[in-house]
């Protein structure tokens, strides 16, 4: 059984929807915002970037953190490891305002302005990108490929990390 979500449910916050039964796959692609990403040494919150601010998000952001090591077991599992990474993380609030017209276009319900920026910040303070996914970038032991996304979703450089 291989799980879906349709991204258009919960007013644009979307949710998990029937899984789908797949008889032996040649490939299982699978995807997600913070694949790969390794547990960082809790000093990284002392001085986190925005829009970790308050106690309370060092709080939120250390217990994600600690959570992360459950993952490790599955992220060595991965055969391959490719980072799409857009050339400022900050392009992703963008990204989801365009992703939420266009559900609304098609006649789905969406997210407003305010509850995206909620959203998108909800996971910079969970696993922020500088902090996570901007170390993937030149860690050649798991990352096989990058490749830079441009602020038009194209594709700008593709590269190996250098090997350490």
């Not at 963008?94 to 302005?113: P, Y």
Request: a negative charge.
């Amino acid at each position: 059984m291989i799980p879906r979500f349709d991204k258009s449910l919960w007013n644009g916050e979307g949710d998990r929807i029937e899984p789908q039964q797949i008889e032996a796959p040649d490939i299982i692609l699978f995807e997600g915002w913070f694949v790969g990403c390794q547990p960082v040494e809790d000093q990284a919150f002392n001085h986190p970037p925005p829009p970790i601010i308050t106690d309370s998000d060092r709080q939120f952001a250390r217990q994600i953190n600690h959570q992360l090591k459950e993952y490790l077991p599955l992220w060595e599992r991965l055969d391959r490891l490719i980072v799409l990474n857009p050339v400022d993380y900050r392009l992703s609030k963008q990204w989801r305002a365009q992703a939420e017209q266009e559900m609304k276009a098609l006649g789905k319900s969406g997210m407003t302005d305010t509850e995206i920026n909620q959203f998108v910040e909800y996971f910079w303070k969970s696993l922020h990108p500088e902090l996570f996914i901007t170390p993937l970038l030149t860690d050649s032991d798991r990352v096989d490929l990058v490749v830079d996304i441009q602020p038009d979703h194209s594709i700008g450089q593709v590269y190996q990390p250098p090997k350490t």
